[in-house]
């Protein structure tokens, strides 16, 4: 899930950005202690006496039907309100059955998958859970037409109920991470009598289903969840959750601040994340920071010039600084990343570094005169990024100033911004020379931090991608041997043998440059004194459940 502002998700992958706004809470900060105020929102209060949460977020809900939501904040409320197949161990990357009770078995070709189902589960409308509502569920998220619909619908064949409590499901070819998609918040059991199948038939502001929470109310500005007194599994260690949405960091920040929430989650500017850190011991509240698996990147287009050259993708390789960015742009609150998969897979290894380093100018001018840029011939590239991301702003310029002042007269960069539905509109056109980037998983496994960025349908190494995922993100990346490689992994059931294919295409990225890895998020949660079990998973989820006070 690709982001292009905030919190949105598509295919071509937008990005999911959940950024932050870097510069505007310098002024905000300012303002907010000269008037004294949280900007006309109003606080209640932490519900301290009934067991109830009050959560505060500036993060927005489009819709609650699992088969149209693609963004961060409905796949948290969905995570939290649904249950899945399968899930992850708490606080581990251990896959362990939910709905299912047992792993599935899996057939010789690699196709089929079969699994058992719990019994005696009931939805939050009182009906039952069995094979036959498992199955509509997933049909209905793969004919609906939503967001997501494209994970399943790509990858299943069929589904059916092959007895009450065994789901059985064919693949279209084999893809070894399937258990891991059937973790995604979407893949969640709904009533047969409440929803339907059919396109664009949605339910953006309801949801019915087993989860430890039921839904007490949606709006814009406030989401109830009551807990469930029905449900199968563990029951919540509070009796609910308030989430209030905020208009902006600063108010989000300043209410919890003054003690009107329990929590606060997603998204406060680096600025006030370093407030709230420096100001712990005094203000009595906890933080909780946690890594992600959120990467952010530089698409390289090699359909057009300068990046249709080698040698100048891994000149500006050599050139980026990552420690700078994450000084100027995050205060630190970011990890220098030097591979598309992140550090939370063993498999990760930190190519772009061993390759390239971080602003290694000297090694950058080899590149250049092998490229033939000479001060007679300067090399001139444009940045582009998303008008509403200030974060990629800052990114953006910071890059610029170092490569200008480091490369005087022999590199000159153009940093430029479009409207977000505009600019990665233009992405898949091949309008951009590169762009700067963020990546949100759809699921728990290397093969979604790979496949996105390397894999074409259609084209040659002649003319590039013409049809396929490399188009989408900008690049147009094309290559036979890793086009080979990704179906491997996929199709390889072996982990070890997995993990060393994942190796090899994370040398071909540092090979071909396709993109640039920059940086991983960080993830910041904050509690008040009195408030326990507050985590962020290493799945990037919020297990709401789990808080007590």
């Given at each position: 899930?690709?982001?292009?502002?905030?919190?949105?998700?598509g295919w071509?992958?937008p990005?999911?950005?959940?950024?932050?706004?870097?510069?505007?809470?310098?002024?905000?900060?300012?303002?907010?202690?000269?008037?004294?105020?949280?900007?006309?929102?109003?606080?209640?209060?932490?519900?301290?006496?009934?067991?109830?949460?009050?959560?505060?977020?500036?993060?927005?809900?489009?819709?609650?039907?699992?088969?149209?939501?693609?963004?961060?904040?409905?796949?948290?409320?969905?995570?939290?309100?649904?249950?899945?197949?399968?899930?992850?161990?708490?606080?581990t990357?251990?896959?362990?059955?939910?709905?299912?009770?047992?792993?599935?078995?899996?057939?010789?070709?690699?196709?089929?998958?079969?699994?058992?189902?719990?019994?005696g589960?009931?939805?939050?409308?009182?009906?039952?859970?069995?094979?036959?509502?498992?199955?509509?569920?997933?049909?209905?998220?793969?004919?609906?037409?939503?967001?997501?619909?494209?994970?399943?619908?790509?990858?299943?064949?069929?589904?059916?109920?092959?007895?009450?409590?065994?789901?059985?499901?064919?693949?279209?070819?084999?893809?070894?991470?399937?258990?891991s998609?059937?973790?995604?918040?979407?893949?969640?059991?709904?009533?047969?009598?409440?929803?339907?199948?059919?396109?664009?038939?949605?339910?953006?502001?309801?949801?019915?289903?087993?989860?430890?929470?039921?839904?007490?109310?949606?709006?814009?500005?406030v989401i109830?969840?009551?807990?469930?007194?029905?449900?199968?599994?563990?029951?919540?260690?509070?009796?609910?959750?308030?989430?209030?949405?905020?208009?902006?960091?600063?108010?989000?920040?300043?209410?919890?601040?003054?003690?009107?929430?329990?929590?606060?989650?997603?998204?406060?500017?680096p600025?006030q994340?370093?407030?709230?850190?420096?100001?712990?011991?005094?203000?009595?509240?906890?933080?909780?920071?946690?890594?992600?698996?959120?990467v952010?990147?530089?698409?390289?287009?090699?359909?057009?010039?300068?990046?249709?050259?080698?040698?100048?993708?891994?000149?500006?390789?050599?050139?980026?600084?990552?420690?700078?960015?994450?000084?100027?742009?995050?205060?630190?609150?970011?990890?220098?990343?030097?591979?598309?998969?992140?550090?939370?897979?063993?498999?990760?290894?930190?190519?772009?570094?061993?390759?390239?380093?971080?602003?290694?100018?000297e090694?950058?001018?080899?590149?250049?005169?092998?490229?033939?840029?000479?001060?007679a011939?300067?090399?001139?590239?444009?940045?582009?990024?998303?008008?509403?991301?200030?974060?990629?702003?800052?990114?953006?310029?910071?890059?610029?100033?170092?490569?200008e002042?480091?490369?005087?007269?022999?590199?000159t960069?153009?940093?430029?911004?479009?409207?977000?539905?505009?600019?990665?509109?233009?992405?898949?056109?091949?309008?951009?020379?590169?762009?700067?980037?963020?990546?949100?998983?759809?699921?728990?496994?290397?093969?979604?931090?790979?496949?996105?960025?390397?894999?074409?349908?259609?084209?040659?190494?002649?003319?590039?991608?013409?049809?396929?995922?490399?188009?989408?993100?900008?690049?147009?990346?094309?290559?036979?041997?890793?086009?080979?490689?990704?179906?491997?992994?996929?199709?390889?059931?072996?982990?070890?043998?997995r993990?060393?294919?994942?190796?090899?295409?994370?040398?071909?990225?540092?090979?071909?440059?396709?993109?640039?890895?920059?940086?991983?998020?960080?993830?910041?949660?904050?509690?008040?004194?009195?408030?326990?079990?507050?985590?962020?998973?290493?799945?990037q989820?919020?297990?709401?459940?789990?808080?007590?006070k």
């Amino acid at each position: 899930m690709s982001v292009q502002f905030l919190s949105e998700r598509g295919w071509p992958r937008p990005l999911r950005s959940l950024g932050y706004y870097i510069g505007l809470f310098s002024l905000c900060l300012i303002m907010a202690v000269a008037c004294g105020g949280n900007g006309g929102e109003q606080a209640a209060g932490p519900t301290t006496s009934n067991g109830r949460v009050a959560m505060g977020t500036t993060l927005k809900a489009r819709t609650l039907d699992p088969a149209d939501a693609y963004e961060i904040f409905p796949g948290i409320l969905l995570y939290n309100l649904g249950d899945r197949l399968y899930t992850y161990a708490p606080g581990t990357t251990t896959l362990e059955p939910q709905l299912a009770t047992d792993m599935p078995t899996v057939s010789d070709d690699a196709l089929t998958y079969t699994i058992p189902l719990r019994e005696g589960v009931t939805l939050h409308d009182g009906s039952a859970f069995n094979a036959e509502v498992m199955a509509f569920s997933i049909q209905r998220f793969m004919d609906n037409g939503g967001r997501p619909a494209f994970l399943l619908s790509e990858k299943i064949d069929t589904v059916e109920a092959t007895g009450e409590y065994e789901l059985t499901m064919t693949l279209k070819q084999p893809f070894a991470a399937f258990t891991s998609l059937l973790t995604f918040w979407g893949v969640t059991p709904v009533p047969l009598e409440t929803y339907t199948i059919g396109d664009g038939q949605f339910k953006p502001e309801e949801f019915i289903g087993s989860g430890p929470y039921k839904l007490a109310s949606f709006s814009s500005d406030v989401i109830k969840l009551d807990a469930n007194p029905d449900y199968w599994g563990t029951a919540p260690g509070n009796e609910g959750i308030d989430i209030q949405i905020f208009t902006s960091p600063a108010n989000l920040y300043n209410t919890f601040r003054s003690g009107g929430l329990d929590v606060a989650y997603q998204t406060l500017d680096p600025d006030q994340i370093a407030a709230l850190e420096r100001e712990a011991g005094q203000g009595g509240w906890n933080v909780i920071e946690a890594g992600s698996t959120v990467v952010n990147y530089m698409s390289l287009n090699q359909k057009i010039a300068p990046f249709d050259d080698l040698n100048v993708r891994k000149a500006v390789a050599a050139m980026i600084d990552r420690n700078l960015i994450n000084d100027r742009a995050f205060q630190g609150q970011a990890e220098p990343l030097y591979s598309l998969i992140p550090k939370s897979f063993d498999v990760h290894e930190p190519v772009f570094e061993t390759a390239y380093g971080d602003g290694n100018y000297e090694q950058a001018k080899v590149f250049l005169e092998e490229a033939g840029i000479t001060a007679a011939n300067p090399l001139e590239f444009e940045i582009w990024y998303p008008t509403a991301s200030t974060t990629r702003s800052v990114v953006a310029n910071t890059l610029k100033e170092a490569i200008e002042s480091n490369l005087p007269g022999l590199v000159t960069v153009q940093v430029s911004t479009a409207e977000s539905a505009t600019l990665w509109e233009n992405v898949e056109k091949g309008v951009y020379p590169s762009v700067l980037s963020n990546w949100y998983p759809d699921y728990f496994d290397p093969d979604n931090f790979v496949q996105p960025f390397l894999s074409c349908n259609e084209g040659s190494e002649e003319t590039l991608c013409e049809k396929g995922a490399t188009q989408g993100n900008g690049s147009f990346y094309y290559s036979t041997r890793t086009n080979d490689l990704l179906a491997k992994q996929r199709a390889e059931q072996d982990e070890s043998v997995r993990s060393d294919v994942f190796k090899d295409l994370q040398q071909v990225m540092v090979e071909d440059v396709p993109y640039i890895p920059l940086w991983q998020n960080k993830d910041y949660v904050f509690a008040a004194s009195g408030v326990d079990g507050v985590t962020i998973e290493p799945n990037q989820q919020f297990l709401l459940w789990q808080i007590n006070k």
